[in-house]
Every structure is written in C-alpha cells, then in structure tokens.
C-alpha cells in the first residue's frame, strides 16, 4: 500500500507532483539541456554511451534516482546522485601551503 503524500507547507492545496515528474530546485545543465524533472535525468542517463552509462558514478546516480521517483523522499538526493556522476573526473588542485591564518600579526609601517 502507498502512503499518501502530505500536501505542501503554505496551505497550497495544489497536489505535489509524484513519480518521475518531481522537479529538481536548480535545474542541472548538461551540455547546454537542462535537466528539470527526475525524468529528464533518467532520460540523459539512459542516452548515455554503454561505457559511460556502465561506470560506477551513474549506476548510484540512477539507483538514486529510483529511489526518490518510487518511493518518495528528497529529491536533493537524486541531484547529489547526479552532479557526482557528472563531475566524477573533476580533482580539485591541492595547495600544500594552505591558505594564511588571519590571526596573524599585521605588518606596522615601521617593519615594511
């Protein structure tokens, strides 16, 4: 048996969309699609290349997308799935320094 979703917060007694029809907050833009619905990004995922579409990133991001179009939940979930997928290649370069403390002591005129 489904559970019966709660109607939105606000008092809206407009229905929430169910399923596959959910709408992402931001819509994720790949290659200049936009990606609106959890539908649109199954549809993206499906047209992948067998390679591309067989790598460990999108499977999770599919099995995410399942998850939250059938049994409900927070549809941030899906999008997480899916931006990791989309930038599983992406390594963020490592500054060994590190950024300077702001405690330190500021320079007087006299030392400069």
Known sequence: MRRSTPPPKGGSSAPRPTGWSHEFEDPIEVNGRKLVTLRDAGECIAALPKK????PEWQAAMEALILVAENGGPVIKARIGVMRALNRHYVPAFNPKGKEPHWR????????
């Open 52 to 55: 591309e579409h067989d790598a």
């Open 105 to 112: 002591r500021p320079k007087l005129k006299r030392d400069q």
